[in-house]
Each structure stands twice: as C-alpha cells, then as structure tokens.
C-alpha cells in the first residue's frame, strides 16, 4: 500500500531553518505530483508547496514565496521542504501529500489521494 512517511519537525526559534523530508513507497514516485500542506490548531489545512512529477514546476502559498523551497529526488523516492526565515505563524503539524499518476500539482487538499501522519513545527518567538 501507499505510505507517506514524513520527518524533519521540530522547534526552532523565529528566523531559523527546519527541513523536512516525505519519503514515499508503494507507489511510481516518479509520476506522482506532491505536496506540502499544514493545519494549525483550530484551522483548516492550508497549502505550502506542490511540486511536478518532472519536478520543473513548484508553487508555493503566498506566505511562504521566497522562505520555503520544495523539491524532490525522484532517485530516493523523497521529497523535501526547506524552511527558512520562520516566523510563529508557520507552527502547525506539516503534511505531505500525493497526487497522480502523471496528474499536474494541485493546491487543494482535494487534489491528493494520498496523505502522511504529519510532522510537527514549532516556531517560537
């Protein structure tokens, strides 16, 4: 079966860096788009990052444009999230997320099939 497995979370003060990684298996890595969601305590989950299967194409949720990086190594059947410049407001428990095979990246938790069990971010100030 599909697993979505991610790791990186953890606290960190305003400003610095966290990086996460999903690694996915039970499923062609390659010809699946991913991405990256959050939900806060008492909010709904929101979009970060998506990511193409080719991995040419990223997009990214405004607040984060130009702080988070997303990215893949279709090799290691993995996908990371490079948080940097953290602020509060990023705390939330952070999901990765599947969609495919060969389906262009969504933003809407719609869009995924597939989801991990999440991992948590803490930004303190």
């Known amino acids: 079966q599909v697993q979505l497995v991610e790791s990186g979370g953890g606290l960190v003060q305003a400003g610095g860096s966290l990086s996460l990684s999903c690694a996915a298996s039970g499923l062609t890595f390659s010809r699946y788009a991913m991405g990256w969601f959050r939900q806060a305590p008492g909010k709904e989950r929101e979009f970060v990052a998506a990511?193409?299967?080719?991995?040419?194409?990223?997009y990214y949720a405004d607040p984060v444009k130009g702080r988070f990086t997303i990215s893949r190594d279709n090799a290691k059947n993995t996908v990371y999230l490079q948080m940097n410049s953290l602020k509060p407001e990023d705390t939330a428990v952070y999901y990765c997320?599947?969609?495919?095979?060969?389906?262009?990246?969504?933003?809407?938790?719609?869009?995924?099939?597939?989801w991990g069990q999440g991992t948590q971010v803490t930004v303190s100030s």
């Open positions: 997320a599947a969609r495919g095979p060969r389906l262009a990246a969504g933003t809407r938790t719609d869009d995924y099939e597939y």
């Open positions: 990511i193409s299967w080719s991995g040419v194409t990223a």
